[in-house]
């Protein structure tokens, strides 16, 4: 851990942060089918939230896809942060998104379904074309412009 600043307040709903995890491989990046209260059956990118006070954000990414599919990572480097409101939820919340690019350890590699109460599955796909529908906060960043692969 670095120079890290914690700062703790208290709000109406809550401020989690969700590390994103743009896993490339060759022109494709990895996206599985959510699970969850927050778009399910959407698709997005492996994603999980950042521990306190334990990880920094490239641990966080290389933990949460680990358990999530079974993958290592191999390079990692920061790419932009989101801010999303849940609003319209039953437990109203606000995530802050921190994407991570990231390469496989082993090219050669899989992915597993490893948590399948989360993910119905994952596929690699072409960047410029997404299944659908994606996540909002995903949905949101392509539609921005956004684009993990290397310029």
Same mark, same amino acid.
């Given at each position: 851990m670095g120079n890290e600043t914690v700062v703790v307040a208290e709000t109406a709903g809550s401020i989690k942060v969700a590390v994103v !995890?743009?896993?490339? *491989?060759?022109? @494709? !990046?990895l996206l599985g089918r959510r699970r969850s209260s927050l778009g399910d059956s959407t698709f997005s990118l492996p994603s999980g939230h950042l521990e306190f006070g334990s990880e920094s954000f490239e641990e966080c990414a290389a933990r949460e896809l680990k358990e999530e599919t079974g993958l290592d990572i191999g390079? +990692? =480097? $920061?790419?932009? !942060?989101?801010? @999303? $409101?849940?609003?319209?939820e039953a437990k109203p919340s606000q995530y802050v998104a921190v994407f991570m690019r990231a390469v496989l350890a082993d090219p *050669?590699? =899989?992915?597993? @379904? +490893? =948590?399948p109460e989360f993910c119905d599955g994952w596929g690699w796909y072409e960047w410029d074309n997404l299944p659908k529908p994606l996540f909002w906060p995903l949905e949101k960043v392509v539609q921005d412009g956004f684009n993990p692969f290397p310029t």
């Open positions: !995890v743009c896993l490339l *491989r060759g022109q @494709n !990046v390079k +990692i =480097e $920061l790419l932009t !942060v989101t801010n @999303n $409101l849940f609003l319209d *050669r590699q =899989e992915p597993q @379904n +490893i =948590e």
